[in-house]
């Protein structure tokens, strides 16, 4: 190499070390003099960028036109999630923040897939569908487009601008598909439809097919009421006013179960939950938000088989959540207020079919009487043995911009008792 290519060389080819972990930049000479070559692996790491100057098609520049000044405007450093940090922003592999509200997640093969509500900058309405993102971690998601897409039909369901909520999937061994349940809304028709919607699909990420959608267990009566309810004849006009005691009385006995029963039982914030033995299961909120229904599927999750149970009627729960351990079924709801959070509720029982049992907050610490300003949406259990073997999803509403929505996953731990209870963590991993 002459002198001149040495020249050009040194000039244009130095590299430049960017510190990963800290994302700026710094010279060479400040990294060699800072003494910390003793073990390389437990040092920053740093990156040589070529900041080459070339001539036309590579050729050599002019050399009269040097020295120059070569000024870096920015460096971008892209990395992987070090842990998971709720209530902030969470990018996508594009760098967008994830859009996957109200949600639940499937584990297959080795990958977690997470189905949420798409939410838009202005309205909480349908106007894309549900979304699916990927990951092996939990922590960096890609995102992997649209599941289910409204339809462009007036005619449909689920035609854009329509309400869809709390998507969740399944898979069924015997068939092979991927099911989803969600809550329905039709458009214009503000939440009095109340209804679950159904779509399949034969890959996790879709596109899924949409099915139909209905009231729930129509004509049937739910197997925890007894005969003596069952014969009681109510005149609804008379309980125009909610609230008093003999309202409470009368939904406890089934006013509301049976001023729906030809057409079937709402169906509103819903979750699924499949057992040990592969039955499956649609919790979910009824009789306008007062009482929660347990159903049992069919044996290709497409259906309801109309054996059902109610739990704890007039106790106004929403957004279910719902996992096992060690043969006790836990679920974790919240109460009804909007968009603002409350105190979050927690029961038990050991079987999915009850009796259940209701226990104080689960969450403890700051901002626990909010469920640290969210609202349960999924419990994830983890397979196999980890130190975190379930995680509490929730989300944090922002209904003037409902796209900002944000995300709270925590942790649940048990006490010498074996309750669970949920305290806010900063930054962990599952």
């Known amino acids: 190499m002459n002198k001149k290519e040495i020249l050009l060389f040194l000039t244009l080819v130095l590299p430049v070390f960017v510190n990963v972990q800290e994302y700026g930049l710094v010279r060479s000479d400040e990294f060699e003099s800072s003494g910390q070559f003793a073990n390389p692996f437990k040092q920053p790491h740093y990156l040589p960028l070529n900041l080459a100057i070339g001539g036309d098609n590579g050729g050599d520049p002019d050399v009269d036109a040097f020295p120059m000044k070569y000024e870096i405007d920015y460096v971008r450093v892209y990395q992987k999630k070090r842990g998971i940090r709720s209530g902030e922003i969470w990018p996508d592999d594009k760098g967008v923040h994830i859009n996957a509200h109200g949600g639940g997640i499937l584990y297959r093969d080795g990958k977690y897939y997470w189905f949420g509500e798409h939410k838009s900058e202005t309205t909480s309405s349908a106007w894309v569908g549900v979304t699916c993102y990927s990951s092996t971690d939990l922590m960096n998601w890609k995102n992997e487009g649209v599941a289910l897409s409204v339809s462009d039909d007036p005619n449909s369901d689920i035609v854009r601008g329509s309400v869809i909520e709390r998507p969740k999937v399944i898979y069924n061994e015997k068939t092979g598909k ?139 729960n929403e957004a279910p959540a719902i996992f096992k351990k060690a043969g006790t079924y836990w679920m974790i709801t919240s109460g009804c207020t909007g968009w603002a959070p409350n105190e979050a509720r927690m029961f038990s029982a050991p079987s999915i079919w009850g009796p259940w049992t209701k226990h104080p907050n689960p969450c403890r610490g700051e901002n626990a009487e909010l469920t640290f300003g969210g609202q349960s949406t999924y419990i994830l259990t983890l397979p196999g043995e980890t130190d975190n073997k379930y995680i509490f999803m929730a989300d944090i509403w922002r209904p003037k911009r409902p796209i900002d929505a944000r995300y709270i996953w925590l942790p649940i731990q048990f006490g010498d008792d074996g309750i669970p209870y949920i305290e806010w963590v900063n930054e962990w991993k599952p």
């Open 178 to 316: 991927f099911v989803m349940w969600f809550h329905l809304e039709l458009k214009g028709k503000g939440y009095s439809a109340a209804r679950a919607g159904l779509a399949v699909s034969d890959t996790p990420t879709g596109p899924y097919t949409y099915i139909r959608s209905g009231r729930v267990n129509p004509g049937i009566y739910p197997a925890d009421m007894t005969k003596e309810d069952r014969e009681i004849t109510f005149d609804q006009k008379l309980f125009d006013k909610w609230w008093t005691p003999e309202w409470y009385d009368a939904v406890n006995k089934g006013l509301f179960v049976k001023r729906d029963l030809e057409g079937g039982q709402m169906s509103r914030d819903m979750a699924l939950f499949v057992d040990d033995d592969k039955k499956a299961y649609h919790i979910f909120s009824s009789e306008e938000n007062l009482t929660l229904n347990i159903a049992e599927l069919t044996d290709d999750y497409q259906d309801h088989t109309g054996k059902y149970i109610r739990v704890f009627p007039t106790g106004h």
